[in-house]
């Protein structure tokens, strides 16, 4: 019976990870649609993104320490009522005003619900097997979300109506209500002052770098507002980091960062989403502009994608999990990620078969590689911290990802532009189709870069043997017998 009730955490805190996953990216194919229906301008449409990546990326710490100190049970049922209020406001709205409103009420939400979720799983299972296989289905949800995302928001766009891409949440939310009542109830709240300062200062500070990020692609990277914001972004993380070691109660415990374990392990979770969310606009525009697709045909491109990140997330890192040093499986799944990324570079425009050739065991590579990565990566990083820490570390997991997302999107994309130009004036009789994917050759290989410099940074920083601790365990502990089980080898 307990096993069973673990499944059904899993379930329940799975659904809601995917829900906001989903959310990040189910109405980017429905912009045109509801851009024309607002009577959006071009300025503003980027907004029904940004709204939604600056609320969450910056509330997310705040709400693991809230998770902490309420419990993860009652954070993600109130995530969960608010989501879906959000979601039917931003659904249902008339105007692009209030589109916004509900999208970023949707963000704070999901700042509770995501290190609610990731906290509920890593506390309920401990036992190594199970836990690889948890983290596993944990991981191709969070991996394939995003991609899942488009193919749902063109199909719903499509067939039904853009507002379908943020009402389809509500029944969601339902569903997952229904599987809160089959958890366990919460510990009893506790009466902990809240680090008032620590939540001003990270709030401030991720919510400025995301909120330049999603203005470098239109700005530049020298316009004085970006440079503005990731000036302040900057100082005000370094505010929370000083304010971190002399608070009495920490958003942040350093040590759950400090650790060389656990920080190597936050590395392969924040460095690769900079590739991958980069990788995402590269093949869109790829399959949109150059090779002619409609909205759904996109969608449904990207779908070996996401069935590859499940492959790998469950079938193979979830069984190997256990059985292998965290470090032994990341790093080379890093390194089939970059390989994925250089099959895509070079292509020539037109050829035959390129989908099949080319665009098909590229996807592959980088889900199977994606998903051997991401399980190990975020099971480590949320193992060995204290009960009371458990919402701040997945916090911290979530809030990497987010950010690293934000960044990657607006480096890539810059550096795709840059690299356009620079083709375009070297060449001034080249067409247009060709300078464009000179740009995606650019962004591509600096998405392999990156992969292998992460490799690289992921052996230098991780030991090569990880032991998995259990929530609640502390570095004292370890120093005692243990049985093999509680061992990775």
């Not at 309420?70 to 979601?87: C, D, E, N, Y």
């Not at 980088?366 to 570390?393: F, H, K, N, Q, Y």
């Not at 600096?446 to 570095?475: F, S």
Request: charged fraction near 10%; glycine fraction near 12%.
């Amino acid at each position: 019976m307990a096993s069973d009730r673990r499944w059904w955490v899993l379930a329940t805190a799975g659904s809601a990870q995917l829900m906001v996953v989903l959310d990040s990216t189910v109405v980017t194919i429905a912009l045109p649609s509801l851009q024309r229906d607002l009577g959006m301008s071009d300025a503003s449409r980027s907004w029904v993104v940004a709204a939604y990546a600056l609320a969450f990326g910056g509330l997310l710490l705040l709400g693991g320490r809230l998770s902490d100190m309420i419990g993860p049970r009652r954070t993600f049922a109130l995530g969960l009522i608010g989501f879906a209020l959000a979601s039917a406001l931003a659904g249902l709205t008339p105007t692009a005003g209030l589109l916004f409103a509900g999208r970023a009420a949707q963000g704070v939400f999901a700042a509770l619900l995501a290190p609610a979720a990731l906290a509920m799983i890593s506390a309920t299972f401990v036992e190594p097997r199970e836990r690889g296989i948890a983290f596993g289905v944990y991981g191709a949800l969070t991996g394939a979300g995003a991609v899942i995302g488009l193919l749902l928001g063109g199909t719903l766009t499509q067939y039904l109506d853009w507002r379908w891409c943020l009402l389809i949440n509500v029944p969601i939310v339902i569903g997952t209500l229904i599987g809160v009542k089959g958890m366990s109830a919460d510990r009893p709240a506790r009466r902990v002052r809240l680090d008032l300062m620590g939540a001003f200062s990270s709030v401030l500070g991720m919510t400025a770098l995301v909120f330049a990020m999603t203005e470098v692609a239109g700005r530049g990277w020298t316009d004085p507002l970006v440079a503005a914001l990731l000036a302040l972004g900057a100082s005000m993380l370094v505010v929370f980091v000083r304010g971190q070691r002399v608070a009495a109660r920490p958003l942040l415990p350093l040590g759950v960062l400090l650790d060389r374990t656990r920080g190597g392990a936050f590395l392969a979770v924040g460095l690769p989403q900079l590739a991958l969310f980069g990788f995402f606009l590269v093949l869109t525009y790829w399959f949109q502009q150059v090779l002619g697709y409609s909205p759904i045909r996109a969608g449904l491109a990207f779908l070996p994608l996401a069935l590859a990140i499940g492959v790998g997330s469950t079938l193979i890192a979830g069984l190997l999990t256990p059985r292998l040093a965290a470090r032994h499986l990341i790093v080379p799944a890093l390194l089939v990620m970059a390989a994925g990324m250089a099959l895509l570079i070079g292509i020539t425009p037109g050829t035959a078969g390129l989908y099949l050739t080319r665009f098909l065991p590229a996807e592959i590579l980088i889900g199977l590689g994606l998903g051997c990565a991401i399980t190990p990566a975020v099971a480590t990083a949320t193992s060995g911290v204290g009960d009371e820490d458990t919402g701040a570390a997945s916090a911290a997991v979530n809030a990497v990802t987010q950010i690293g997302g934000s960044i990657g999107t607006a480096l890539l994309n810059s550096i795709a532009a840059t690299a356009a130009a620079s083709a375009l004036r070297r060449a001034p009789d080249r067409n247009a189709t060709e300078v464009t994917v000179a740009g995606f050759d650019a962004a591509l290989l600096t998405a392999a870069a990156l992969l292998v410099l992460t490799a690289i940074a992921v052996v230098l920083v991780m030991p090569g043997t990880v032991r998995i601790r259990q929530p609640g365990r502390t570095e004292q502990d370890d120093r005692k017998p243990t049985p093999a089980v509680d061992r990775l080898r």
